[in-house]
């Protein structure tokens, strides 16, 4: 159980475009989601937390406005990332918690490579 | 959020146990802490998470001591495909800060 999936796993796209990635809790129910990118040979770096239904909260530094986030329902988030440039190639990794607990745990999926030409 | 402290790399030869020790010495009464092993190009994958004492399941134990300063993944009889970075995350409801991790590499 708590199986999260991403797609697209990779893209690749040129200057300017915008780009959508979905996040997908398949077998829970997922409260919260939230979305990380990783540089390469670096940490992840929490970009947001979505609750279903409601705005997501951009960590500091993180242009809202450019990396749109949906959380329609309990069970898909999507991260648009607009207008983009070669700086925002990265890995994008999505996690999911069911919520509502004291203790949670975040279930990750398998992250999706962003190439911007 | 409690900040945490690992060793940067550890090599170890395959069948050996390894000990990855994380420091958090400014954890919060209400911290968890959470274990998780990532594989390049890959999301993390949860290995265990405790609170005190000892916590064990199939693949890794878990050790924290009574003042829960430090904690320590222990993996027993490494193979070569636990080559990954390994991270330690401490908080309360989620645990969202990464450090740098612990970059295990299992030598033949």
């Known amino acids: 159980g708590a199986v999260v999936s991403q797609h697209p796993s990779r893209v690749i796209c040129k200057s300017g475009t915008s780009v959508k990635i979905e996040c997908r809790s398949l077998?829970?129910?997922?409260?919260?989601m939230f979305w990380y990118r990783q540089f390469p040979k670096q940490s992840l770096m929490l970009m947001a937390t979505?609750?279903?239904?409601?705005?997501?909260?951009?960590e500091q530094g993180v242009e809202k406005d450019k990396f749109l986030i949906n959380h329609a329902s309990l069970t898909l988030s999507t991260l648009t990332v607009t207008s983009a440039h070669p700086e925002d190639s990265s890995f994008y990794i999505c996690?999911?918690?069911?919520?509502?607990?004291?203790?949670?745990?975040?279930?990750f999926g398998p992250g999706t490579r962003l190439l911007v030409l | 959020l409690a900040k945490t402290t690992q060793p940067i790399s550890m090599d170890s030869y395959e069948g050996q146990e390894v000990n990855i020790t994380c420091s958090h010495n400014?954890?919060?009464?209400?911290?968890?802490i959470t274990w998780y092993q990532q594989f390049p190009s890959q999301g993390p994958r949860f290995i265990i998470q405790?609170?005190?004492t000892k916590v064990t399941n199939e693949v890794a134990s878990l050790f924290i001591p009574a003042d829960r300063k430090s904690s320590t993944l222990s993996l027993p009889r490494v193979s070569l495909s636990d080559t990954a970075v390994y991270y330690c995350l401490v908080g309360g409801s989620y645990q969202l800060t990464f450090g740098k991790g612990t970059k295990l590499s299992v030598i033949p």
């Open positions: 979505s609750n279903e239904g409601s705005k997501a909260t951009y």
């Open positions: 077998d829970f129910q997922a409260t919260t």
């Open positions: 405790g609170y005190k």
């Open positions: 996690s999911a918690a069911r919520g509502g607990r004291a203790r949670e745990t975040q279930y």
């Open positions: 400014n954890i919060a009464t209400n911290d968890y």
